[in-house]
């Protein structure tokens, strides 16, 4: 069985900092793209980052420079530290792994919260 279980949100001020983590079990982690999405109150669930099994990054515009993904294979998980937080990003975050698209597996999310 496949889980993914995200941990690390909170409530914090406008400016400041929170690392998520997003454990995985039941797949073989290092062969999985590893992905982060929030959705925020009323709107559609967004693409935040990317790595690739490969090491690869990629960031949606507005969390460039901001927030760093990064993993640990040995761990079977993957990291989202996100600096200099804005109210706007404030959404619930959730990990997934994808390997394919029979094989694209979610987290149950974690609230964040930026507000002052």
């Known amino acids: 069985q496949v889980q993914l279980l995200e941990s690390g949100g909170g409530l914090v001020q406008p400016g400041e900092s929170l690392r998520l983590s997003c454990v995985a079990s039941g797949i073989i982690f290092s062969t999985y793209w590893m992905h982060w999405y929030r959705q925020a109150p009323g709107k559609q669930r967004e693409w935040v980052a990317a790595?690739?099994?490969?090491?690869?990054?990629n960031y949606r515009d507005s969390v460039e420079g901001r927030f760093t993904i990064s993993r640990d294979n040995a761990k079977n998980t993957v990291f989202l530290q996100m600096n200099r937080l804005k109210p706007e990003d404030t959404a619930v975050y959730y990990c997934?792994?994808?390997?394919?698209?029979?094989?694209?597996?979610w987290g149950q999310g974690t609230q964040v919260t930026v507000s002052s």
């Open positions: 997934n792994a994808y390997l394919n698209s029979r094989n694209s597996y």
């Open positions: 790595l690739t099994d490969g090491g690869d990054t």
